[in-house]
C-alpha cells in the first residue's frame, strides 16, 4: 500500500485505490484471482510488517491481518474489510525447531492481539510484547502509519517491526473444514452430540456403545463435498 495514513485497521474504512495508483494492477489481479478460486484462497490485508532475515531466509510478513474484499465503482478498486477481527500471524516466528517456550510465547501473542479498530495504545503494547517474547526489533512509528515497502532485507538483519502494510492472495486454512463445521453446529445441541464432537462437549457417555446402522441414524461427515466428489 502506499505511503500514508492507515485507515483499513486503524479507522475499520474502506479502502479506495484509483487507476492512477502504483498498486492498482496488482489488486485487480489479486481481485481476478480470487474471483477464480473463492474456494481455497482468499484475500487479506496485513499491517505493520515484520522484516529481516531468519536462518538465511528473507521474511517480509505481516504481523497483523484481517480478511477483506474487494469491490468496484468504475475504476476504482475499493478495498474493504470482511470482519471486524485481526489475527496474529505467527508463521515467521515459527520454525521445526520451536521449543515449548516458543509455542506458548505464541499461543500467548494469537490470544491477545489487540481489537479492532486498532488503537496506538493498544497496538503498540502489543508489539511490545512481540517483541519481548519473540526477541523482535521496533523500527516503526505504530501510530497508523504507512511508510515506504522495505527492500529484501540483507542477510544478517534482525527481525524488525516497520510501518507497512499491503494486500495479498493466502491459501484458505481449512475451508471445508470450517464449511462443515458450521452446519454441523447450526442443527443445534441435540444433533451435535450425536456426532463424534458429542465427547468433547460431555453429552456422550462415558463407555462406548455399538454404532447405530446409517439406515436409522443422522450422521455427519467432515468433509461430505470431498466424499461426494470421490476424493
Same mark, same amino acid.
Given at each position: 500500500?502506499?505511503?500514508?495514513?492507515?485507515?483499513?485497521?486503524?479507522?475499520?474504512?474502506?479502502?479506495?485505490?484509483?487507476?492512477?495508483?502504483?498498486?492498482?494492477?496488482?489488486?485487480?489481479?489479486?481481485?481476478?484471482?480470487?474471483?477464480?478460486?473463492?474456494?481455497?484462497?482468499?484475500?487479506?490485508?496485513?499491517?505493520?510488517?515484520?522484516?529481516?532475515?531468519?536462518?538465511?531466509?528473507?521474511?517480509?510478513?505481516?504481523?497483523?491481518?484481517?480478511?477483506?474484499?474487494?469491490?468496484?465503482?468504475?475504476?476504482?478498486?475499493?478495498?474493504?474489510?470482511?470482519?471486524?477481527?485481526?489475527?496474529?500471524?505467527?508463521?515467521?516466528?515459527?520454525? *521445526?525447531?520451536?521449543?515449548?517456550?516458543?509455542?506458548? %510465547? !505464541?499461543?500467548? $501473542? &494469537?490470544?491477545?492481539? #489487540?481489537?479492532? /479498530?486498532?488503537?496506538?495504545?493498544?497496538?503498540?503494547?502489543?508489539?511490545?510484547?512481540?517483541?519481548?517474547?519473540?526477541?523482535?526489533?521496533?523500527?516503526?512509528?505504530?501510530?497508523?502509519?504507512?511508510?515506504?515497502?522495505?527492500?529484501?532485507?540483507?542477510?544478517?538483519?534482525?527481525?524488525?517491526?516497520?510501518?507497512?502494510?499491503?494486500?495479498?492472495?493466502?491459501?484458505?486454512?481449512?475451508?471445508?473444514?470450517?464449511?462443515?463445521?458450521?452446519?454441523?453446529?447450526? *442443527?443445534?445441541?441435540?444433533?451435535?452430540?450425536?456426532? %463424534? !464432537?458429542?465427547? $468433547? &462437549?460431555?453429552?456422550? #457417555?462415558?463407555? /462406548?456403545?455399538?454404532?447405530?446402522?446409517?439406515?436409522?441414524?443422522?450422521?455427519?461427515?467432515?468433509?461430505?463435498?470431498?466424499?461426494?466428489?470421490?476424493?
Amino acid at each position: 500500500m502506499e505511503p500514508g495514513k492507515e485507515a483499513l485497521m486503524f479507522g475499520g474504512r474502506d479502502i479506495r485505490v484509483g487507476p492512477a495508483s502504483p498498486g492498482h494492477e496488482s489488486i485487480n489481479k489479486m481481485m481476478a484471482t480470487i474471483a477464480l478460486n473463492p474456494y481455497e484462497r482468499e484475500l487479506l490485508y496485513g499491517y505493520p510488517y515484520v522484516v529481516g532475515q531468519v536462518d538465511g531466509i528473507p521474511i517480509r510478513a505481516p504481523l497483523l491481518t484481517i480478511p477483506v474484499t474487494i469491490q468496484t465503482e468504475g475504476a476504482t478498486l475499493i478495498v474493504h474489510p470482511n470482519e471486524e477481527m485481526v489475527r496474529f500471524n505467527s508463521l515467521p516466528f515459527r520454525t *521445526e525447531f520451536d521449543t515449548s517456550a516458543q509455542e506458548l %510465547a !505464541l499461543a500467548r $501473542l &494469537i490470544e491477545s492481539a #489487540p481489537e479492532f /479498530p486498532l488503537h496506538e495504545d493498544a497496538l503498540r503494547l502489543f508489539c511490545d510484547s512481540v517483541s519481548r517474547e519473540l526477541k523482535v526489533g521496533l523500527k516503526g512509528k505504530l501510530d497508523g502509519t504507512i511508510d515506504t515497502a522495505p527492500a529484501v532485507p540483507r542477510e544478517g538483519t534482525p527481525l524488525q517491526i516497520v510501518d507497512c502494510a499491503a494486500c495479498f492472495v493466502a491459501p484458505k486454512t481449512s475451508y471445508f473444514l470450517s464449511s462443515d463445521l458450521q452446519h454441523i453446529g447450526s *442443527e443445534g445441541a441435540k444433533e451435535v452430540g450425536q456426532t %463424534a !464432537l458429542g465427547w $468433547l &462437549i460431555g453429552t456422550r #457417555p462415558r463407555n /462406548p456403545r455399538p454404532i447405530p446402522s446409517a439406515t436409522t441414524k443422522r450422521s455427519f461427515s467432515l468433509f461430505p463435498r470431498i466424499r461426494a466428489s470421490g476424493a
